[in-house]
């Protein structure tokens, strides 16, 4: 059973950057689909960024390309999410969230995502 910890949200200036951190624990799988949603109040949960376990693909969002980053650390079991330039449109709660590698399905698609972290609140203002 996987489980996913976020941290790093807060409240940051426009212009501004945040690190968002993701630890997993209980992987059974050799490679994974890890990904970086976002969810404002009102809104659907979109996808923002996309890395697989074994780091050959990235994916981002067009809203945040050129400004987020996301990288992972294997030894540690972490992705992390590097987000620069803010924009007060950025603001919402994000969530990790991880899915078998050969699972089937559009990397920025929620619904296609076994296991959720509690999410990190990250505020632009």
């Known amino acids: 059973h996987v489980q996913l910890v976020e941290s790093g949200g807060g409240s940051v200036q426009a212009g501004g950057s945040l690190r968002l951190s993701c630890a997993a624990s209980?992987?059974?799988?050799?490679?994974?689909?890890m990904g970086w949603f976002r969810q404002a109040p009102g809104k659907e949960r979109e996808g923002v960024a996309q890395?697989?376990?074994?780091?050959?693909?990235?994916n981002y969002a067009d809203s945040v390309k050129g400004r987020f980053t996301i990288s992972q650390d294997n030894n540690k079991n972490t992705v992390y999410l590097v987000m620069s330039n803010l924009k007060p449109e950025d603001t919402a709660m994000y969530y990790c969230?991880?899915?078998?590698?050969?699972?089937?399905?559009?990397?920025?698609?929620?619904?296609?995502?076994?296991?959720w972290g509690q999410g990190t609140q990250v505020t632009v203002s």
């Open positions: 890395i697989y376990t074994d780091g050959s693909v990235t």
């Open positions: 209980g992987y059974t799988y050799s490679s994974y689909c």
């Open positions: 969230a991880a899915r078998p590698a050969r699972k089937m399905g559009w990397v920025f698609d929620p619904s296609t995502y076994n296991y």
